[in-house]
Antibody
């Protein structure tokens, strides 16, 4: 069974840091792009970051750039999100998601986020 | 920054057809994907690459692309289809991933 299990959320003070993890199983992790997507209480989905299958291409939403770092350990089948300088507006449920997209040469072939984890809650408050 | 625009809400009666639109300048160049999210649950992919349907998704879900607007169509809407629906695509630089603001589908 394909599974994504996110963890690492919690209560943190403004300016603090957290490291989220997403442990995957049931598929070949090293073959897939991965994303972090967040959802503030009562709000819509917001894309946070993307990493390609070997970790060589990283992308971030503008509001997270410079504060958040996405990474992966293909040997451990785990995706990470290091979050620094946290703000109240970063309070949200953070989902990890698998992406079946891939690149051939310089062309990306997009297939959408086909598997999602259950989410981990991050609360930034004093 | 790039944006995808969806109507905040759509309402239909059971058995009718629901159409949810998503507009964006880069949609003629980039595929769209659609997600269903029910309260307290993670999103589920219901349409990918404009009109492809994952095997586990009922046939009543379909998608189409007409340039800068893509449409998710749910034919013969059922009560269980009541949920929030989000479109997703990429900007013209292939750098940023974007979600639409979401559409709440209400089954009357």
């Amino acid at each position: 069974e394909v599974q994504l299990v996110a963890s690492g959320g919690g209560l943190v003070q403004p300016g603090g840091s957290l490291r989220l993890s997403c442990a995957v199983s049931g598929f070949t992790f090293s073959s897939y792009w991965m994303h972090w997507v967040r959802q503030a209480p009562g709000k819509g989905l917001v894309w946070v970051s993307r990493i390609n299958s070997d970790g060589s291409r990283l992308s971030y939403a503008d509001s997270m750039k410079g504060r958040f770092t996405i990474s992966r350990d293909n040997a451990k089948n785990t995706l990470y999100l290091q979050m620094n300088s946290l703000r109240a507006e970063d309070t949200a449920v953070y989902y990890c998601a698998r992406d079946a997209s891939f690149r051939v040469g310089v062309i990306d072939y997009y297939y959408g986020m086909d598997v999602w984890g259950q989410g981990t809650t991050v609360t930034v408050s004093s | 920054s790039y944006e995808l625009t969806q109507p905040p809400s759509v309402s239909v009666s059971p058995g009718q057809t629901a159409r949810i639109t998503c507009s964006g300048d880069a949609l003629p160049k980039h595929y769209s994907h659609w997600y269903q999210q029910k309260p307290g649950q993670a999103p589920v992919l219901v349409i990918y690459r404009d009109s492809e349907r994952p095997s586990r998704i009922p046939e009543r879900f379909s998608g189409s692309n007409s340039g800068t607007t893509v449409t998710l169509t749910i034919s013969g809407v059922q009560a269980e289809d009541e949920a929030d629906y989000y479109c997703h695509s990429t900007d013209n630089t292939d750098t940023y991933v974007v979600f639409g603001g979401g559409t709440k589908l209400t089954v009357l």
